[in-house]
């Protein structure tokens, strides 16, 4: 079983609608991450969590949010979904906030917003 | 945020190796380098990340320049699966920045 799943795997939804992006993890790991790809570039991070009671902005937070329900389980929502929010979105986790460790990615969501 | 340049895109023949270069000038002291791969459909993935003295494991190698501004990756023999995205990346405090990566592909 993989250690970092995400739900659903595709999405196609409406302008206007309010989507949740789920994110569950085997691993133990305290640290969790959303991110989010366009075709062609790199990713960049929207939201982080240290731990259950800690959540913090990334580059691009603006209309999103996230809630931390346990160790394993980070959500992102969108919370009235527009056109170039048309992305992949990755979660990711890691053991410490410590600069050599590892982050492990989920599948991806691909998310259409017509 | 500090950041990395990396060429858009190199080829490599299959059994031969690969260098892959990133450049990162204005890098700190503490920031570890790290590079990750994305294969076709799929997230990233860890590859290797260094200080200061070149590293080596089962993927690859890690080359980093005396003065930090630059690394390269070595795969030592590319197989059609290393066909892949390829990240440079600066951790700064656990958080990753990515850039766009160069993107390897490999002839057989």
């Known amino acids: 079983d993989a250690d970092v799943t995400q739900t659903p795997r595709n999405r196609i939804t409406k302008t206007g609608k309010r989507i949740m992006l789920e994110c569950s993890q085997t691993?133990?790991?305290?640290?969790m991450y959303w991110y989010r790809q366009d075709p062609g570039l790199g990713l960049r991070l929207i939201y982080y969590?240290?731990?259950?009671?800690?959540?913090n902005k990334g580059e691009i937070s603006d209309g999103y949010s996230v809630s931390r329900q346990a160790q394993a389980k980070f959500s992102l929502s969108l919370e009235s979904a527009i056109p170039n929010q048309t992305a992949l979105y990755f979660c990711?986790?890691?053991?410490?906030?410590?600069?050599?460790?590892?982050?492990?990615f989920g599948p991806g969501t691909r998310l259409t917003v017509l | 945020d500090a950041k990395t340049t990396q060429p858009n895109s190199m080829e490599s023949n299959e059994e031969e190796p690969v260098h892959l270069p990133c450049n990162h000038s204005?890098?700190?002291?503490?920031?570890?380098i790290h590079w990750y791969r994305q294969l076709p459909s799929q997230g990233p993935e860890y590859v290797i990340h260094?200080?200061?003295s070149n590293v080596n494991n089962r993927m690859a190698s890690l080359a980093i320049a005396e003065d930090r501004k630059s690394s390269t990756l070595i795969l030592h023999r590319a197989t059609l699966r290393d066909a892949a995205v390829y990240y440079c990346i600066l951790n700064q405090g656990g958080k990753l920045i990515f850039g766009q990566g160069t993107e390897l592909s490999v002839k057989p």
């Open positions: 204005t890098i700190s002291g503490t920031d570890y």
């Open positions: 260094g200080l200061t």
């Open positions: 969590s240290f731990d259950v009671k800690d959540i």
């Open positions: 990711a986790t890691s053991d410490r906030d410590r600069p050599t460790d590892t982050q492990y």
């Open positions: 691993k133990g790991h305290d640290r």
